[in-house]
């Protein structure tokens, strides 16, 4: 932010920026350096694939990662984009392994083969960013791309501000184009991957049947709800037993930790919101008096910068840009609370016009050593232009390029801020008709533009909005945190917090799966410390009071309650015995309800041994069938239902999720379709390849033995 202020700052870089394409606005804030901290008490990060992974290693790679995520999509938060990058990273270190090994590569001939197609998403990410778009196509433009690597160095040149804000540009550049490399090395395995996967004409033809073909059934089902739980006895035998069947579901591949914890939201007092209400008032009168939107705008620190250019409704919130239309050109409205972000907002409609959405223009910067100079060459050039003169070779008089350039109101509409030089040069260009010529004045020097093309005209607004979080003062919030600590302090037990949390207005809150992987605590913004204290702490250990939230406007105590090593998780933890016993318990129903169905010949016959009944239309071998009855899905009962002749009656009662059933085919019946073998053949592959490859990668992820000490660093 500073540097990029610095390149605003300097008018003549400023020209440079704008002839070259209003490129220097146009990414304007978005290249935010995101630098990463950590408190370092070792120097391993983490392992993959038995290579250690230096802190410092990779804070760059983080680094670097964040930033150019960030550029692309600044609103994304924070520590999504860290979760993101330690995936990216190790799925990378994994693939790339594998390659090797088999002998896969991308290279360089084949990047530029998907670069010049320009469909490839991260290509579209970066011609969002950088505008290097193709008008015509609306794909990713590599002649744009090329022309900016080959002007690179002399651009950067310029002056230290330029150097900074292109370096900062090719950085962007050359991490999508690595991205884009590992993409398609991925790619590559994954096709090499499903070349392991084959079909045949019975497996086509038993998907075409499993999808066309549909049965309407009878029912007659004994309910496991029908069955008392204190009427089954379970033993630890069939406990012990059931785990060793269903083992490999409780294997986990990194230690997870359990918690309960007690969150408390820090909220605004009604004296605070009444102070806020007032500060509202005052900015809204302001603005009805006439003073300058952006002053008061600025004064008033609001969310939203002025930005002093016709935007769209895209720009603002949708809270904001549903009361504009209504609004009269001068009008002003609020203060209006919104709910929907916890706001109050002042709305000043300046203009609004229909203008258009994309401009192509081009431009020839001059300057001079005093503004008379200036305008004397600014002239100069308007005349020659007028003259009949080629603008290219004009331009390339001043030693630069003339070309045409599009700009969309989308590339500045959202913008934190602009200079009077862009507010004027963006003005301007809006208003221009076509083939017009003007020399607009800067702070330095001028610019001579030719708008050579308009398209989309759209109502664009001038709105000068002021939104301000209704949020706690000072004073509130030492209130809600010593009432907070008074209880921890009372309460140095999770079974004393859980027996008074209610009456004193907490809540405990429970989480069995806390992964050092996460990043953070499930739910909870600004939580590194908290994860770092989880896989720090003993068993039974209460913590301090933390501050967390994504505006660290939330304060956290918690409870450690649980240690799951790696490997398999016991049998004798509460979730895993909990499910080992409903599996006995419908096992054991199951084995009483089927013994009392053996041997019936009928619906009838069912219903006299306490069955009950349904009818199920539309039932096929693709999805499992929906008993509404015991509101259950039951895969089982749909393949018995394949697997009976139409007009037959089950001959073995189905053991399902919900209940034990007994049914008859009324009827079958084949859904118009036409048969193609060679379509049902390759959805068969494709349907196993899914499978086959989230699979693959789970295997390959185990086997890579990866652990992750993030949490101690970052």
């Given amino acids: ?34 630098e990463t901290t950590g408190r370092m008490r070792s120097t391993r990060v983490g392992e993959v694939l038995g290579e250690k992974i230096g802190v410092q290693d990779y804070q760059d790679y983080l680094n670097e990662f964040v930033e150019c995520t960030k550029i692309a999509s600044p609103q994304a ?29 991308v290279t360089t001939e084949e990047v530029k083969n998907v670069m010049t197609q320009g469909t490839n998403q991260v290509l579209m990410e970066i011609a969002n960013v950088t505008g290097f778009v193709n008008q015509q196509t609306g794909r990713f433009d590599m002649n744009l791309y090329n022309e900016f690597i080959n002007n690179y160095k002399t651009q950067r040149n310029a002056s230290p501000e330029a150097a900074e804000y292109f370096d900062k540009v090719y950085k962007f550049l050359a991490f999508k184009v690595k991205q884009l490399r590992q993409q398609l090395l991925a790619q590559k395995y994954q096709a090499l991957l499903s070349t392991s996967v084959l079909s045949n004409p019975i497996e086509a033809k038993f998907l075409f049947d499993a999808e066309k073909q549909e049965s309407d059934v009878e029912l007659a089902y004994i309910d496991y709800k029908t069955i008392n739980d204190k009427d089954v006895q379970v033993e630890e035998s069939d406990l012990k037993a059931k785990y060793n069947e269903k083992k490999e579901m409780f294997k986990i591949p990194e230690e997870i930790r359990g918690i309960k914890y007690i969150i408390v939201k820090k909220e605004a007092s009604q004296a605070d919101r ?75 409609l300046i203009s609004k016009n229909m203008l258009p959405d994309s401009v192509e223009y081009r431009v020839i910067s001059v300057v001079g050593k005093t503004n008379a100079e200036t305008q004397t060459k600014a002239d100069s050039v308007i005349n020659a232009i007028k003259a009949g003169g080629d603008f290219e070779a004009i331009a390339k008089k001043y030693q630069q390029t003339g070309e045409k350039t599009w700009v969309t109101t989308a590339q500045y509409e959202r913008a934190n801020n602009m200079t009077k030089d862009n507010q004027t040069a963006f003005n301007e260009i809006n208003t221009m008709g076509l083939n017009e010529v003007k020399s607009i004045p800067m702070a330095q020097g001028a610019l001579v533009i030719q708008v050579t093309d308009r398209r989309a005209m759209v109502q664009k607004y001038d709105v000068a909005v002021i939104k301000r979080d209704i949020t706690f003062s000072d004073e509130t919030s030492h209130a809600i945190s010593d009432k907070f600590k008074q209880f921890v302090a009372g309460h140095q037990t999770i079974e004393a917090m859980e027996k008074d949390a209610v009456k004193a207005g907490y809540q405990i809150q429970e989480n069995k799966n806390v992964l050092t992987s996460q990043g953070q605590l499930s739910g909870i913004g600004n939580s590194r410390d908290a994860l770092k204290w989880v896989f720090e702490a003993k068993k039974g250990d209460i913590s301090e ?16 309650t649980d240690i799951n090593p790696k490997g398999y998780m016991a049998m004798d933890n509460e979730d895993v015995k909990t499910y080992l016993q409903q599996e006995v318990l419908r096992d054991k129903k199951a ?31 693709s999805a499992p069938a929906f008993v509404g009855a015991v509101q259950s899905q039951e895969p089982a009962l749909s393949g018995a239902v394949a697997a009976t002749e139409k007009g037959q009656f089950s001959s073995h009662p189905v053991k399902g999720y919900g ?8 009827d079958r019946r084949t859904i118009e379709g036409k048969y193609d073998e060679k379509e049902y053949a390759q959805k068969a592959m494709q349907n196993n390849m899914q499978s086959l490859s989230r699979t693959a990668f789970q295997e390959l992820y185990l086997n890579a033995d990866v652990k992750d000490n993030r949490y101690l660093f970052f």
């Fill in 591 to 621: 084995e009483k309800i089927i013994a009392k169905l053996n041997g019936v010949k009928s619906i009838a016959d069912a219903v006299k041994q306490g069955a009950k009944t349904d009818s199920i239309n539309q039932i096929t071998f």
């Fill in 659 to 666: 209940a034990v059933y007994v049914f008859k085919v009324n």
């Fill in 545 to 560: 009071v933390m501050t967390v939230g994504q505006n660290r406007d939330e304060i956290l105590v918690m409870a450690l």
């Fill in 77 to 105: 938060d924070e520590d999504q984009i860290r979760a993101m990058a330690w995936n990216s990273f190790v799925q990378n270190k994994i693939i790339e392994n594998e390659a090797e090994q088999l002998g896969l590569a």
């Fill in 274 to 348: 009444t102070n806020l209400f007032k500060a509202m008032e005052k900015s809204a009168n302001q603005l009805r008096e006439g003073e300058s939107p952006e002053k008061v705008v600025r004064e008033s620190r609001s969310n939203v910068a002025y930005l002093g250019v016709p935007v769209t409704r895209n720009a603002f919130s949708p809270d904001i840009a549903s009361k504009i239309d209504s609004m009269a050109a001068g009008a002003v409205a609020g203060p209006i609370e919104s709910k929907s972000d916890n706001t109050y907002n002042v709305i000043k």
């Fill in 1 to 34: 932010m500073a540097a990029l202020g610095t390149i605003r700052s300097k008018g003549t870089f400023l020209i440079i920026i704008i002839g070259l394409g209003l490129f220097g606005f146009i990414a304007g804030d978005m290249f935010r350096s995101c």
